[in-house]
Structures are given as C-alpha cells and as structure tokens.
C-alpha cells in the first residue's frame, strides 16, 4: 500500500495500560492515503513538552481520561495546536478518523472543456431561465458543470440541462 501522508499524534492517558491500547489502537488506522503515526504516548497531564513537540511535529495531542494545564492549554491557542480529550476511546477514535479524512485528497477535479459568453437571457414559462450563448473555444457538453461569472464574480454554478441550436436538439 503506497501511503503518502502521516498523520502524527502524542497520547497521553491516566495509566499506563490505557495509553497502550489507545497506541495499539491508533497504530493500525490508515486509508488509501494517511497513515497514523503515533511519535509518543506517556502517562500524566498533557504538558507543555507535549505542546512542543506538536508544534514541531504538526502533530494532534490526545488526552484520554487526562486535562491539559493551563501552559499547555495557552501553547495550543497560540500554535493552533488540535488537542482531543475524552474519556470515552470511540470518541478519540472517531476524532483522529475524521482528522485523517480531513487529510485526504479530492477524487475528482475540474477540467475546463470549453468557454462560452452569454448573449441573451430569455426566461421561458415551464422551463425556467435560458442563457444565450456563443461558443467562445472548446466544446460544451450536456450534463457537464457550469459556472456563470460577471467578471470575476461567481452569479451561478450549475449543470447544463440541454443543448438546442434554434429549436433543434444538439
């Protein structure tokens, strides 16, 4: 499996055992494209060391059944630092997947086919509001996506529901 990105993460819990299996845990999370990496799990108050080391790291800090204090709490404010702290391990787990999703690339991308300019709008009873218009290069395409711009201001997104050259289908 060709993993790309890394997703680092420094747990601290309230005993030893608990920040064991949280590792373990978080250890086999990965998708297509993000792996977790667990760079530290200790036991105690997430501190400012921890602070530190995300910072450097880009790393997310996970407290289970523990707080940070009050340095440590001023240190993720300032850094923007993601700390996660629940007691419940579903919870951490669902927080680390959605950070990890949240990592992921889009699968699709927008290719531009053609340009057109808009020369008339005719509004049409039964069918709703029609753009005339002039194939400026390229081609447009039935169920391809359209944006409308005046300038550069977006005024409309949308699919392109049907083609007619005068009132005959292309």
Known sequence: ??????????????????SEA???????REN???????????????NKSDMMLAEVTNAIVVGFNVKADNEAKSIAEKSNISVISSN???DIIDEIEAAMSGMVEPKFKDTVIGHAEVRNVFKITNVGIVAG????????QRNAKAIVR??????HEGVISGLKHFKEDV
């Open 1 to 18: 499996m060709n993993v790309q990105k890394e997703l680092g993460v420094i747990i601290k819990a309230d005993v030893q055992g608990s």
């Open 22 to 28: 949280l590792k373990n845990v978080l250890d086999k």
């Open 32 to 46: 297509e494209e993000v792996k977790v990496n667990v760079l530290q799990s200790g036991v105690g108050a997430i």
């Open 88 to 90: 419940i391990i579903y």
């Open 133 to 140: 218009s002039y194939v400026l290069d390229g081609k447009v």
């Open 150 to 155: 005046r300038g550069n201001e977006i005024v």
